[in-house]
């Protein structure tokens, strides 16, 4: 039964998206619809129905989208309260300028990143439970690919592998990740929180400082809940 279920998914995904335009033979529609496609409408990114080109690559890092309307990326942060997500979302954006903007179109045509196949497709590439997968989306017209690549430092090192990986430090490195990370990080208003599409939750310690607001806050929740 279960099988079945997945057969008539998968015939019912891949129809959605091909009345919308033309797909890549590397398309990973179940992946797409079950991870990717309620982040990207709460972060309120260009969808693939929309007819707007763009150029999206993101993890649970951020997501980077570079299109004629915007360039950014932005970080986000789920509340969690007793275990349970309370709906609230803390979103930062960060604008790339013109020159962070053309380093990322170099790097990507330099690399050749849209003509490497997704991760099922390589024959050396590995898969596990735990790690971090890496996503490229690509709108063109009437064409649209989506790839994702699992945890490019676990693989061996072969020639994709070695591609991606040095792909994604180029660009922490372009757009400072590692610093406005941290910005992020101090800036979020929850004591409790976490991401979609990981399993870790993290905490804002508490201190002398933000325990009276600590308290206020779990007061109102409890109010709220009841």
């Known amino acids: 039964m279960r099988s079945i279920l997945f057969i008539v998914f998968s015939f019912f995904s891949l129809s959605l998206f091909a009345q919308q335009y033309e797909l890549t033979k590397d398309i990973d529609t179940l992946y797409y619809y079950k991870y990717e496609k309620p982040i990207i409408e709460k972060l309120r990114l260009i969808k693939p129905t929309e007819k707007k080109d763009f150029c999206r690559f993101s993890s649970d890092k951020y997501y980077l989208e570079l299109s004629s309307k915007s360039n950014k990326y932005l970080m986000y942060a789920d509340e969690i309260w007793e275990g349970k997500k309370t709906g ?6 960060f604008d790339l300028t013109d020159k962070q903007v053309n380093e990322i179109k170099n790097l990507i045509i330099s690399l050749k990143i849209h003509e490497i196949p997704t991760d099922k497709q390589i024959k050396d590439w590995a898969f596990g439970f735990d790690g971090i997968t890496y996503k490229f989306e690509l709108k063109n017209g009437n064409n649209y690919s989506y790839k ?57 310690l508490i201190n002398k400082n933000n325990y009276s607001e600590y308290k206020r806050y779990k007061k109102l929740m409890k109010k709220n809940k009841s």
């Open 148 to 204: 994702h690549y699992w945890t490019p430092t676990s693989q061996q090192k072969f020639v994709e592998s070695n591609v991606i990986n040095y792909f994604v430090i180029k660009i922490d490195e372009i757009i400072d990740y590692q610093q406005n990370s941290k910005k992020f990080t101090k800036e979020i208003p929850y004591f409790s929180w976490t991401k979609d599409g990981v399993s870790w939750n993290a905490l804002k």
């Open 88 to 93: 609230k979302t803390f979103i930062k954006e």
